[in-house]
């Protein structure tokens, strides 16, 4: 039997299109920072380059083509791949028979290599094998040298390119109105059949069936559903209706970690992202202030697939041999939509042609609508991340507001400027948390007025320096953690750390280095404006100085619907 390989097809689903978009417009944009000096990262979506990484395994594409790209396999009218037909199972069978055949010889050409497998969410340990996204096996070379090991099995009969495992990175309120979703609602006779009957693949962090945007009430699963849904039954609840996770042999989840959702340990991207495009409406109380918050397709199934999770080594990418097994069964389960919030870097970093951007490619031929995440490597040009005609990529912009966790104000001596009022803050992810829902005062005593040369903090106060009252410190050369707990062992009750780079406006979220977890006072973040016009009171009023912590939320206001500097921009030379 001969097949023929399928061309690239552009086909449209306007309600596809709408909802992903609509989607993926909103990326998150809150900063977070360990410590690292003169670095400002997006919280969770770190698609630079520097931070690539492969692991020991390479992945081994075969001549024939994946199933996908059948012209002869039989379609359903919207194009998707008939599975269970029987040209279908014939040439997966087909595939199985080449790579077994590939596979009982090469050992002779590489000693000691093995097919590498991963974890299910059942425990079970899986060969990494492919045949409807990409026909391929991935390899364990064992103790020879993978670059030596690649050159061995590139000269293989059958062989058509031998690919690195390459890691890849993780990269709502307010959108809804931005971007006209009400009207798109009326379209579809209501918020509540927006995405009615649409499967909505999360291959991300996992969903989390406890989320209020998830919960299963008066949900039910598809017709012809297995009872319990596809996958792990103990979080699926008909809203969620597949949980499947990936998880490296090797490399397995850290304790807490090893569920198809997210624990303690894990990320929340992937329910941050997922409840973004199909979450339930709900009403979320954040410190005091009320709103209601909804997917953009509050109507479709939510189908989640965790390749994110924190491993014993506190790696918390992903790797391209996962991640095409996720796509496989992405295919298999029969997804509408897959969402991909998430990159290697621009361009993606194996070229046009990596194992994972033929994977993605041949989700698209099955019938599948790929989204993907333009990445976070901007603004600078040609920084996008995975770009193909034969799918999206979403950049991120900006909303009409942010909800802030409080507001620091001067509140003595008076009369007080206005630009010492409402100052935005974020809190620090160590030390002791600020009360929700209440107001603190404190006097404060600046660093600069102490010691001009210990601005920042980085080197031991005299004990007693700070007693009785807030320190101000100047961000810049060491951890954030080494200046909190400085200031803290010279008596300091609180610690704000403000920017040191001029129009260094961005909060970050502190976090604590190597010694923070010994710090035991709050301590709180502000910007290079809010900073300096704090030194300066402080140099007019001394002692009198007297800051006040309100913890109640507020919203910030935000020029809306503009590309966010960090979000990725063409053009692409792919």
Known sequence: MSYSSVPNRRWTSILLVVLLVLALFMASYFSIANAAPGKSVAADVNDSPATVKTSHRLIVQLSSPALAELESVARAPDGRIKLASSTAQAYVAQLQAEQAAFVSQMSQAVPGAAVASYINEAGQNIEATYQIVFNGVAVDPGATDPAEARRALAAMPGVKAVYLDFAHQPDLYA????????????????????????????????????????????????????????GDSANNNGKIIVSRAYFRAWDPPSPGDENTWPGTQGTSHGTHTGSTAVGNPVTANYLGLEEDISGVAPGAWAMSYRVFYNSVTNDGSFYDVEGIAALEDIVQDGADVVNNSWGGGPGSVGGEFDAIDAALLNTYNAGVFVSMSAGNAGPGLGTGDHPSDEYINVAASTTDGTLASGRLNIILPEPISPTLQGISYAAASFGAPLPAGTAISYTYVTAMSVDPGNVEGCNPWPAGTFTGNAAVISRGTCEFGVKVLNAEQAGAEFVVVYNHATGGEELI????????????????????????????????????????????????????????????RGPSAA
């Open 175 to 230: 959108s809804l109105p931005l971007i006209n979703a009400p009207d798109i609602w009326a379209e579809v006779g209501g918020q509540t059949n927006a995405g009615a009957g649409i499967k909505f693949a999360s291959m991300d962090g996992g969903l989390h069936h406890a989320a209020p945007m998830f919960d299963g009430t008066g949900w039910s699963y598809p017709p012809g559903w297995p009872a319990g849904g596809l």
């Open 509 to 568: 979220s502190m976090g604590p280095g190597a010694v923070g977890n010994q710090v035991t006072i709050s301590s709180i973040f502000v910007g290079h404006s809010a900073g300096v016009a704090m030194v300066a009171w402080y140099d007019q009023n001394g002692s009198a100085s007297t800051l006040e912590v309100d913890t109640h939320a507020f919203q910030v206001g935000n020029t809306p619907d503009q590309i966010i500097a960090f979000s990725s």
